[in-house]
């Protein structure tokens, strides 16, 4: 087989491998095929069914199928997720490629799989009773027997409670069940419906603990034996005696406590004793009333040293404001102050005794300047230039003021500029650090170095005068070895256009082989929003030619198939242009061509 080896990339040049069916290539079609490198389209490549053997590694691109391909050995990769009507999953998971290969579990939700013997699907669970055997215990939400008495079968039947009475083994009554033994409820009572008339009857055996009777209805009556009981330990809620009850008290007694609310002894001990008794709060003495030794409640006139509760400090109520409340007051106004500014006189001493000294400080204040940014008006005195950073100025007029040695260089090294009296005039120098002027010189003369001259430069005429450049506009400058004169640049430049209307080679432009020795194109292709532009270079021995595509720019897209090549036409270089799909979106082409 032929090999291509050490090859230069696509957008350099382009290598052809051309493959001829021969005694090593079994299984070629009887043709020259080419396999190009880079991104050019070449012509299929067919091999014979069943006689062309590949070995190594076969890497297959840019095609959409490949059809009939027998895989004897090795592993398949860059494929990922083959659908399933290809043989495939549709997944690269385990479990996604167990759902894709379930019927779908859309709306199956607790259901099974299950066959028909061809196909799949998912079912409910069905039973029967030939299908469960043996007996499901009582764990298991069984009832651990494997079927009911018929006199319980007809009480599931029909619960009534007759049939409750047959089903019972230890009945010995009629109409309902009545037990032999008798049955314990629980430990939280037994309650009975009873009704609205008669009398109902229960017997309570000798049971230790405590029993609860309820009865329903309000008029129901509890009838004990004949002979008289004792309740002992036993609390009666709100009960209504209809006979005489044995009671220590009388019921006038019993009337004491009528209307009673609360505790009798809490209520005692909230009461004062007839004989000395201590009032806390406000004592409050019938209207009228005449105390001996007492004050009266309105205007009372008192004497010796009466006391009352001291206020806490802060109060404002009607409360007698006693000796300790002013006391302690004042101090909090005082606390702090100074030993001579404690006590009111001493306070308006210290504001001097004007009774306006808000105002007086104000009328004072506004005749101050602030300290930042202060305006003063009329004379102001007592100010130094020391005080304001100021002490080496002095006030002198302009032409007394001194200079510093430095100023005073700096401005002998400038050139005095009443030198200069006309526009024009240039600065030279007549010798060393002497400045001189130079005047205008005349329109067109040409500033020349004579150094016999006063200031070493002069103006001149031009030695040299250019062709007339009337009516030479955009024209350049050119000689012929001996003169000058104006000229049109020749640049071997030419252009033209063409269109792909066809899915084949479309010729765009033919030289002829005796006329270069090189060609650049410039080419650009437009089809709807995409362009691709690219450089190709053609060159020839006179006999063929050989052609490099490069600086491929590609916007709004990539065109489909583009292929840029040249050949020979008789004795003509042709470039052609190939776009898969021109037919369909016809292609606009538009190149430029440097032939040397």
């Known amino acids: 087989m032929a090999t291509l080896t050490s090859k230069t990339p696509a957008n350099t040049y382009r290598d052809l491998l051309k493959i001829a069916s021969t005694s090593d290539n079994l299984g070629i079609t009887n043709s020259l095929l080419v396999v190009e490198d880079g991104d050019a389209t070449g012509s299929s490549l067919s091999l014979s069914t069943g006689a062309a053997k590949i070995t190594g590694v076969f890497e297959v691109t840019g095609l959409s199928t490949l059809a009939n391909v027998a895989i004897a050995?090795?592993?398949?990769?860059?494929?990922?997720?083959?659908a399933v009507a290809d043989g495939g999953t549709g997944a690269s998971t385990a479990a996604t490629a167990l759902n894709n290969l379930l019927p779908s579990q859309t709306s199956a939700a607790s259901k099974y799989l299950q066959s028909d013997g061809t196909n799949a699907s998912w079912d409910a669970v069905t039973l029967s009773t030939a299908d469960i055997t043996g007996t499901l215990a009582v764990a298991n939400g069984g009832t651990g027997i494997t079927s009911f008495g018929t006199d319980v079968a007809t009480f599931l039947g029909t619960p009534s409670s007759a049939n409750l009475a047959s089903?019972?083994?230890?009945?010995?009554?009629?109409?309902?069940?009545?037990?032999?033994?008798?049955?314990?409820?629980?430990?939280?009572?037994?309650?009975?419906?009873?009704?609205?008339?008669?009398?109902?009857?229960?017997?309570?055996?000798?049971?230790?603990?405590?029993?609860e009777l309820t009865l329903p209805v309000a008029t129901d009556t509890l009838v004990g034996k004949?002979?008289?009981?004792?309740?002992?330990?036993?609390?009666?809620?709100?009960?209504k005696f209809n006979e005489n009850v044995a009671l220590t008290s009388t019921s006038t007694q019993l009337n004491y406590v009528n209307g009673v609310t609360s505790a009798i002894q809490t209520q005692i001990d909230t009461k004062a004793p007839i004989a000395s008794p201590t009032f806390t709060g406000t004592v409050t003495i019938p209207s009228g009333a005449s105390i001996s030794g007492f004050a009266l409640l309105a205007s009372p006139s008192l004497t010796g040293i009466p006391l009352a509760p001291t206020a806490v400090t802060g109060t404002n109520t009607t409360q007698i404001a006693t000796t300790g409340f002013v006391q302690q007051?004042?101090?909090?106004i005082t606390t702090g102050a100074p030993g001579l500014l404690n006590t009111l006189d001493e306070l308006a001493a210290a504001l001097g005794d004007d009774a306006n000294y808000a105002a007086t400080i104000t009328t004072a204040l506004s005749a101050k300047a602030p300290l930042a940014s202060p305006t003063f008006t009329g004379t102001?005195?007592?100010i130094t230039k020391t005080m304001v950073?100021?002490?080496?100025?002095?006030?002198?007029?302009?032409?007394?003021?001194?200079?510093?040695?430095?100023?005073?260089?700096?401005l002998d090294l400038k050139v005095d500029e009443s030198l200069f009296d006309a526009k024009g005039d240039l600065l030279v120098a007549s010798a060393d650090n002497t400045p001189a002027k130079l005047s205008i010189g005349t329109n067109g003369y040409l500033l020349t170095a004579n150094s016999s001259a006063t200031n070493g430069v002069e103006w001149a005429a031009a030695p040299v005068s250019l062709p007339s450049q009337t009516g030479n506009s955009g024209k350049y400058l050119t000689t012929d070895g001996s003169s000058a004169t104006w000229g049109t640049?020749?640049?071997?430049?030419?252009t033209g256009t063409a269109t792909l209307t066809a899915n084949t080679a479309t010729t765009v432009d033919t030289t002829a082989l005796s006329a270069f020795t090189s060609i650049e194109y410039m080419v650009s292709l437009k089809q709807a929003s995409k362009t691709r532009t690219s450089k190709v270079i053609v060159q020839t021995d006179g006999t063929s030619v050989d052609m490099t595509?490069?600086?491929?720019?590609?916007?709004?897209?990539?065109?489909?198939?583009?292929?840029?090549s040249a050949t020979t036409a008789s004795t003509n270089a042709v470039l052609q242009v190939i776009v898969t799909d021109s037919t369909s979106n016809n292609v606009t082409i538009k190149f430029s061509k440097i032939a040397l």
């Open 73 to 82: 050995s090795g592993t398949i990769t860059g494929i990922t997720d083959l």
């Open 167 to 211: 089903a019972l083994t230890d009945e010995t009554g009629t109409v309902f069940a009545v037990f032999a033994t008798l049955p314990t409820f629980g430990t939280t009572g037994v309650k009975f419906s009873g009704s609205t008339s008669g009398t109902t009857t229960v017997l309570s055996g000798a049971t230790a603990g405590t029993s």
């Open 226 to 239: 004949a002979t008289t009981d004792t309740l002992t330990n036993k609390t009666l809620t709100s009960p």
């Open 329 to 332: 007051e004042i101090s909090i």
């Open 380 to 382: 102001v005195a007592g």
């Open 389 to 410: 950073g100021l002490a080496n100025v002095d006030n002198t007029t302009d032409a007394n003021k001194p200079v510093s040695t430095a100023t005073q260089t700096a």
């Open 489 to 494: 640049l020749v640049v071997p430049i030419t």
């Open 549 to 564: 595509e490069f600086a491929i720019t590609e916007t709004g897209g990539t065109m489909a198939g583009v292929v840029i």
